[in-house]
């Protein structure tokens, strides 16, 4: 049994749904993502008042039905009038498990995103960053750069994710994480989200290199899917990603702790 780390959702899904989905696919936890609090605003319009509110009160209703195995990750938007109380909120309130964030038009190291940190710092509570080539058709890519990930050195409590291994900066996704396990005590604090982006030319080398740089407590693993709409694909993901880490050279306890363990050790799980 897996655990696939990177779902989005649209809104609109059941729970129940997406827990059958999952045993369908042999997962046995997934992490979904809250709705975009500012998906469907216009370039300067004003995003509602209460727009990460509504995004948590969405996402905290469709874990109910599991929260063991659902786990929500509020989609924290930094540059919106109410990003801090819905931190707050979300982290607080409604018990998600932490915070999906994409640096888009803004860095990693913008001081409004840091008052997020702050926040999530003194919950606790993991991150899962978009990082390398965003899609679109703007000029966003540039904001997501591994090197400006190492603002989290000030954060230390907050356990992170580097979302489809940077690609195509996936060695320097590498040589940033290595920074911070040459700098760390204990248990990781960054982490290597290995969905997909990378055509499977780069991503085997990547892994590979992952695998002989940073050991298999780094990686952990996700789809870039969406259940129960796209359970073909998520379980596609799996096998192939399943299949890539064996090419690597992975073996089976390392491709148990991609697929399983270190992402529970990234969410605070026991």
Not at 77 to 106: C, F, H, Q, R, S
Not at 132 to 147: E, F, K, M, N, V
Request: aromatic content about 8%.
């Amino acid at each position: 049994m897996a655990i696939d780390v990177h779902l989005h959702t649209r809104g609109g899904e059941k729970g129940d749904e997406i827990l059958k989905a999952m045993d369908d696919i042999g997962l046995d936890r997934v992490v979904l993502f809250g709705v975009p609090p500012h998906r469907g605003q216009a370039e300067g319009e004003p995003a509602p008042a209460d727009a990460h509110k509504r995004s948590a009160d969405q996402l905290a209703a469709l874990v109910a039905p599991d929260p063991g195995r659902l786990i929500g990750l509020a989609w924290i938007e930094p540059t919106l009038p109410d990003a801090l109380d819905g931190v707050d909120y979300a982290l607080g309130e409604k018990k998600l498990a932490g915070v999906k964030m994409i640096p888009n038009k803004w860095y990693p190291a913008d001081e409004r995103a840091q008052a997020c940190y702050k926040k999530i710092d003194e919950h606790g509570k993991p991150m899962l960053f978009h990082t390398g080539i965003l899609w679109g058709t703007s000029d966003t890519s540039q904001y997501c750069r591994p090197a400006f990930f190492e603002i989290m050195f000030h954060y230390p409590r907050i356990r992170f994710a580097m979302a489809h291994i940077s690609w195509p900066w996936t060695d320097e996704c590498l040589a940033v994480n290595g920074k911070f396990r040459s700098n760390q005590q204990g248990e990781p604090t960054s982490y290597i989200d290995i969905t997909s982006g990378a055509p499977r030319i780069w991503k085997v080398d990547a892994l590979r290199k992952a695998l002989a740089y940073l050991g298999d407590t780094h990686l952990i693993y996700g789809s870039d899917s969406s259940l129960p709409g796209g359970a073909e694909y998520a379980a596609l993901r799996l096998r192939e990603d399943t299949e890539m880490l064996r090419e690597a050279g992975a073996s089976d306890e390392t491709i148990e702790r991609v697929l399983h363990s270190n992402a529970l050790r990234w969410l605070g799980i026991e």
